[in-house]
């Protein structure tokens, strides 16, 4: 599950039309959608379906308890999709199933690498940005002056940045970073057959050290933390699915739990502003408030500080006006786990 397919050949087409498009298209029935969301909970080696069917419904009461609005507009309790394009085949496990065992296919009678989602202009951008931000921060917490050396040290210093990559999908990002310095890399997808992909492309281009498994971010069985998470387009397909809002409140209790303290998450959407994510993690941050605030002030002495702060953002995408507004296709941002 790695995001929203661009068409570089096209670029005047924004991702926001096509997932309009998509959205219209390629509707799943309400019988296609109920198979897809049983596909989506049953989890076999992975989990039992009542423990998911529970955390779902902690999310739900979460969100309809809230006093705040959830930065995406999508809803679950729509049978068809509004003017803005809400549900998408996109947000179904059942479609990244169906794509990556076409891409399989593919990468095995013709050597296809597969999608590079967002194109190699934003992945170069974003691996190499997260490269600078994290040698920045080594810097700060090794109280290092000798910036006039930082491109001699940045391997050292990113040999402490163990790396997570959410919806994994083929794993270039991966590659990208291994590129860039980062040594301790994994990614992770709930489709296995991403996961297939990524391991045959990883041995092929001669990046067998990178780790590649299957798992849910909203069920997720992994019990390290990270220092780096990334986020290439999983949080706009989780959004695309019918129960998006829910399965987005899921989605940050669990990536709260996978992202170190003092580690940082980089999320890049074409599907959300950078101002839509902020309210994301202010709303996130407001919830796990509130539940501190139910707490006993003894528990809650060590929780004073919100789990999640603004860090930084990608300023060097292109831009466009529309509607007297500056905006880009792309947005990059990183948040601090406080």
């Known amino acids: ?68 609005r959830v930065s995406s507009d999508y809803s679950s309790d729509k049978e068809e999709p509004d003017a803005d394009g809400g549900q998408s085949m996109l ?20 050597g296809h690498t597969g999608e590079v989602w967002f194109g190699d202009d934003v992945m170069e951008i974003v691996t190499s940005w997260t490269k600078d931000l994290c040698v920045e921060i080594s810097q700060k917490e090794m109280s290092v002056s000798d910036n006039g050396e930082v491109n001699d040290q940045a391997d050292k210093y990113l040999s402490s940045w ?46 067998p050290n990178i780790r590649f498994m299957v798992d849910d971010i909203l069920d997720t069985k992994l019990e390290r933390q990270f220092k780096l998470v990334m986020d290439k387009g999983t949080l706009d397909a989780i959004g695309l699915h019918p129960d998006g809002p829910v399965k987005r409140v899921m989605y ?7 992202v170190a303290p003092g580690g940082i998450l980089v999320i890049t959407s074409c599907n959300n502003t950078k101002d839509e994510l902020l ?48 905006g880009s296709r792309v947005a990059t941002v990183a948040f601090l786990r406080k």
Do not use: C
Not at 252 to 258: A, C
């Open 162 to 207: 163990n790396v997570l990559d959410l919806g994994t999908g083929n794993g270039l990002l991966l590659h990208q970073l291994a590129k860039e310095g980062f040594s301790d890399l994994t990614g992770t997808d709930y489709s296995e057959g991403a996961v297939e992909l990524a391991q045959h492309l990883s041995q092929r281009d001669g990046f």
């Open 252 to 258: 940050w209790d669990s990536v709260s739990k996978l």
């Open 91 to 110: 947000g179904l496990q059942s479609y990244w199933d169906a794509a990556y065992s076409d891409e399989l296919t593919n990468f095995r009678e013709h």
């Open 1 to 68: 599950m790695a995001g929203i397919r661009l068409a570089p050949e096209e670029p005047e087409t924004t991702p926001q039309q096509q997932a309009r498009a998509t959205a219209t298209d390629s509707l799943a029935s309400d019988d296609d959608r109920s198979i897809a969301a049983d596909s989506w909970s049953i989890k076999s080696e992975y989990g039992s379906t009542l423990d998911d069917d529970q955390r779902h419904a902690d999310a739900a009461e979460a969100l309809s308890s809230a006093n705040f």
């Open 279 to 326: 309210e994301e993690v202010e709303n996130f941050n407001m919830r796990k408030s509130n539940l501190t605030g139910d707490a006993s002030s003894e528990a809650a002495s060590g929780t004073d500080h919100p789990p999640f702060e603004y860090l930084s953002h990608v300023r060097t995408y292109p831009t466009f006006m529309f509607g007297g507004s500056v």
